[in-house]
């Protein structure tokens, strides 16, 4: 059965009560009734009116004001609706829920919307014509006569932010753009194998936020944060593609065996997920190439006694991420007797020894975006060679600033930081 309908003149005495006392309590005493009894007739109360606006009963709103105008006449205002709906780019609907009235008139409606599958599909089929694409030049690099066994060149790449927008005029730190990251990464190669050691095994450790979003929206995926960004999302994945490809390519050229880390990320884990997968596939009759394909956050590469551990440093930093790798890798860490970890994230250099392993955070060649801008930091990275017997061997540190104006075009100055 149906609870009656509460009287005006009930909800007048809640309304009068509390308005006298100011106490909710001390008004329900008042009127003989428990206090949640009090509470719902105060509700219906203000919904009549009867509890006015000044102040507004607490937990009520004001859904809507009367005033008499100098002619007599009584205008009454309600809030306006929100803006008209728009559909997120690269969203579509799903469905459509409808609330009408008796006579069929909407009062309210709900848009239900999700990825929009074509424009998802258009991703992945720029992504396979980006196979396609004519390769980015850069000065070739002649093969070694011969390469030294015991050795392994870890090319150590992060926060490459593909597809970032930054002004060197707000920033400080230099401009980029799209065209700029993946002319400083190829060129970054270039003179990084150059000047390395002709070791047998290389390793190319991109550990993670290569691409500077995941979607047709500019967002971090995980809190929607607003991102300065260059360009569509399709040319930034036929430029990733494109820049992978001659990568790989020129290390093989200076090296018999490479093997291809992909970290995930917090600004690109999807696109981590197809770039690595796409390569394994494309290189799977190369057997100089080996493309890990763990779709975990951490990886490792054993070489002689010597374990590489790679994280890109989302989730672990440099204080805690030795626990976890020795965790979850507990037989190779048994074999080896020297461990290092590498990650990133933070785009600033820190090396921790702990009781486990070296812990070592890298900088980013990539210009620092507006927000990035709030913290100082260089812009380098490094090739860290490893002798399989004794660890660390060697390393080369290369600053964005060198190798951009090593190898601009005296016609095209590049600007640099102030």
Not at 76 to 96: D, L, N, S, T, Y
Not at 151 to 159: A, W
Not at 227 to 235: E, I, Q, T
Request: with cysteine; proline share 5%.
């Amino acid at each position: 059965m149906p609870t009656p309908k509460l009287s005006d003149e009930l909800a007048k005495e809640a309304a009068d009560a509390f308005d006298a006392l100011r106490n909710k309590t001390e008004a329900a005493l008042l009127l003989g009734i428990p206090r949640t009894t009090l509470n719902e007739r105060l509700k219906i109360a203000a919904e009549r009116g009867m509890c006015g606006t000044k102040p507004v009963l607490p937990g009520f709103a004001i859904k809507s004001i009367a005033s008499k105008t100098e002619d007599g006449a009584w205008v009454k205002q309600v809030k306006a609706p929100g803006e008209v709906f728009e559909m997120p780019e690269g969203f579509a609907h799903k469905r459509i829920s409808n609330l009408s009235d008796g006579q069929g008139r909407t009062i309210a409606r709900w848009d239900i919307v999700e990825k929009d599958k074509e424009q998802q599909l258009a991703v992945m089929r720029a992504a396979v014509e980006a196979f396609k694409d004519e390769l980015p030049r850069a000065s070739p690099v002649a093969a070694p006569s011969h390469t030294i066994d015991d050795l392994l060149n870890q090319y150590t790449i992060t926060d490459h932010h593909l597809g970032a927008l930054a002004w060197n005029e707000e920033t400080l730190g230099g401009d980029y753009d799209l065209h700029i990251g993946e002319q400083l990464i190829i060129d970054w190669f270039a003179a990084a194998i150059a000047q390395s050691p002709p070791a047998r095994r290389a390793v190319f450790a991109q550990l993670g936020d290569f691409l500077h979003y995941d979607s047709f929206k500019s967002i971090t995926p995980e809190h929607g944060n607003l991102l300065d960004s260059d360009s569509r999302y399709p040319k930034m994945v036929r430029a990733a593609i494109r820049i992978v490809r001659k990568v790989i390519r020129m290390l093989l050229e200076k090296h018999e065996q490479l093997d291809v880390i992909m970290c995930d990320a917090n600004h690109d884990p999807a696109g981590e997920v197809w770039l690595r997968e796409m390569m394994a596939a494309f290189y799977d009759e190369e057997p100089r190439i080996k493309v890990d394909t763990n779709p975990g956050t951490y990886s490792v590469i054993e070489h002689g006694d010597v374990s590489l551990f790679y994280h890109h440093g989302h989730r672990r930093g440099v204080k805690n991420v030795d626990s976890i790798l020795v965790g979850k890798f507990r037989k190779v860490y048994g074999r080896t007797a020297m461990s290092y970890a590498h990650t990133g994230h933070k785009h600033s250099d820190e090396l921790r020894t702990t009781d486990l392993m070296k812990v070592e955070q890298h900088e980013t060649l990539a210009a620092p975006d507006a927000y990035g801008s709030n913290w100082l930091s260089g812009r380098s990275a490094k090739v860290i060679t490893y002798h399989k017997n004794f660890g660390e061997d060697g390393r080369v540190i290369l600053s964005a600033a060198r190798v951009m104006r090593s190898a601009a075009n005296d016609n095209e100055p590049v600007r640099m930081a102030a």
